[in-house]
């Protein structure tokens, strides 16, 4: 999936797992400047995404503002249609995305 081997070679050339990812992995929200924006942050996350590393770091990051994430159907990217091989399930999707933002108005 996403182009990297099934098997594990015992390897870690790989970009995602580099130092040039350190600034995705090493990134540490300011908790304070997001808790005090005046605007609504909504921390959000695919229900098949939970265990992957963009699920857990947005379960701990709504857990750092005291909230729980808001849980979209599918996964990374449930919006797309499998146009790209990846189908996730834009339907529902659309529907998660119109209550999140019905709720802020």
Partial sequence: ??????????????????????????????????TAARTRVVIAVGEESLDVFTGRTSVATAALLGRRPTIFPSHHGGFLGGEHGYAGQPEAFARKLREVLDAAG
Avoid: H, K, Q
């Fill in 1 to 34: 999936m996403f182009g990297m081997p099934a098997d594990d070679d015992g390897t870690r050339d790989d970009p995602l797992l580099s130092d040039r990812s350190w600034a995705v992995s090493g990134y540490r929200p300011d908790v304070a400047a997001l």
